[in-house]
């Protein structure tokens, strides 16, 4: 059973900025690809970020352009580091992997960009 863990998630003023964690149980290369996604009441879960187990970057939505995912592999981490956040970004985020078949999701960091 492979598990991924959150953390990094809190309460910020707009303009500031979050790191987030995602630490896995097993190595994050034998997933092809890591994500992140966000979630706030009553939407769809959006992708944020993805990382493939090459190292290439892909990144969506209105995080593009404030958003860099990374990854230590010694730490079997992924993180999302965001900047400039705005009260939009408020949301749950979770990160997500691909284990063979099974798809895993981490139980969610909540991020709050509020004065």
């Known amino acids: 059973q492979v598990q991924l863990v959150e953390s990094g998630g809190g309460l910020v003023q707009p303009g500031g900025s979050l790191r987030l964690s995602c630490v896995a149980s097993r190595s994050i290369f034998s997933s092809n690809a890591m994500r992140w996604y966000r979630q706030t009441p009553g939407k769809e879960r959006e992708l944020v970020a993805t990382?493939?187990?090459?190292?290439?970057?892909n990144y969506a939505g209105s995080l593009k352009g404030r958003s860099t995912i990374s990854r230590d592999s010694a730490k079997n981490a992924v993180y999302l580091q965001m900047n400039s956040l705005k009260p939009e970004d408020t949301a749950v985020y979770y990160c997500?992997?691909?284990?063979?078949?099974?798809?895993?999701w981490g139980q969610g960091t909540l991020v709050t960009v509020s004065s």
């Open positions: 997500n992997g691909w284990f063979g078949r099974l798809e895993v």
């Open positions: 990382i493939t187990s090459g190292g290439s970057t």
